[in-house]
């Protein structure tokens, strides 16, 4: 039996999260990034050199145009990933674009319409669905391990302390919600599977954007997300499921490594903790998944298709709570609301 042939993968610029995220994961998924396209000639065939990069293109239409380009990853600033996803998506590749999908709601239907009109995948970049981990919270709920799930509790905290950092731009649709606040509405997204009926949220602003928020999503059944996320703390990454006969809490519901617990307390029984998480990188397990589908081993699943366009409606509800501007443009003058 022939070895498999290894995904081919372009990127889209030098963000970090390709060097940290991305490549370590590709090496674990026995993957390859082929190219990598930036507008700096320098700053590309630097990062192609130092991290294992077969080749740099100038620019981003370089890549695009590759016929040894198979998928393409687009870890651009938020508001250009609708136009380079459209772009991937017309040229025939395969997209895994990085959260959030787009800026609104709109852009996110009208991205999701190219998809549908090419026939291309396109996958937004939260990997967590396609964890060991968080396949076993769907088969412990599904099992009635806890009763019924009717309450997600869950938390994304980190530092940013430098001022250019691009999460405190408000062009760049920076803030909390937008870059770690819509992690709490994908897993209710995924364990709720409604839309978002209410939504009441406090935020703290900083010079451009809100850099804590905190809430309560109420969905369509009844069933509520109590969410809180910022740049001001510790890392911190929690989540506890409540169901009616029972909770589990998990500690890192975004990027587990090995060695991270989920406990699960059913109603009159010890608690039971276990660590599903097998491989060393977060990303790994959409990768496999994205070369079996490509290998044609797979059907896909988690398509943005599925999910994002909730996840885009959740999220905007959050920021009209929080009295902040849909997309971001308006910066820190916009909206009162839950805005201090």
């Not at 370089?62 to 393409?72: C, G, Q, R, S």
């Not at 009208?110 to 396949?135: I, K, M």
């Not at 076993?136 to 430098?162: K, Y």
């Amino acid at each position: 039996m022939s070895p498999r042939p290894p995904v081919r993968w372009g990127i889209l610029g030098t963000a970090n999260i390709a060097r940290a995220q991305l490549l370590p994961a590709l090496a674990e998924s026995g993957d390859v990034a082929v190219v990598v396209g930036g507008r700096d000639r320098d700053r590309t065939e630097a990062f192609a050199r130092d991290h294992g990069v077969t080749r740099a293109a100038d620019g981003y239409r370089a890549v695009l145009e590759d016929p040894e380009v198979d998928a393409v990853y687009v870890p651009l600033p938020n508001p250009l990933h609708a136009e380079w996803a459209t772009a991937a998506l017309e040229a025939g590749k395969a997209v895994l674009c990085e959260k959030p999908l787009t800026t609104n709601p709109t852009a996110t239907r009208a991205l999701l319409d190219v998809a549908r009109s090419t026939g291309g995948l396109l996958w937004e970049s939260f990997v967590f669905p396609f964890q060991a981990q968080h396949l076993r919270l769907v088969e412990l709920i599904d099992s009635g391990a806890i009763g019924e799930l009717r309450e997600i509790v869950a938390s994304f905290h980190f530092p940013v302390t430098r001022p250019e950092n691009i999460r405190l731009s408000a062009p760049m649709f920076g803030g909390a919600l937008a870059d770690v606040g819509c992690y709490p509405m994908r897993l209710a997204h995924e364990l709720f599977g409604q839309p978002v009926a209410e939504a009441q949220v406090a935020a703290e602003l900083g010079a451009e954007v809100e850099v804590e928020a905190a809430g309560v999503l109420t969905y369509d059944d009844g069933r509520r997300l109590m969410l809180t996320c910022g740049f001001r703390r510790q890392p911190e990454t929690t989540a506890l499921l409540l169901g009616t006969e029972g909770l589990i809490r998990v500690d890192n519901p975004w990027h587990p490594q090995p060695g991270a617990q989920i406990e699960v307390r059913g109603s009159g029984s010890d608690p039971v903790t276990e660590s599903p998480t097998v491989d060393a990188h977060s990303f790994t397990a959409a990768l496999r998944h994205i070369g079996a589908v490509l290998r044609e081993e797979a059907e896909p699943v988690h398509l943005a298709s599925t999910s994002a366009l909730a996840v885009a409606q959740a999220l905007g509800h959050a920021r009209e709570a929080a009295g902040l501007p849909l997309d971001g443009s308006a910066g820190s003058g916009a909206g009162s609301g839950g805005v201090r």
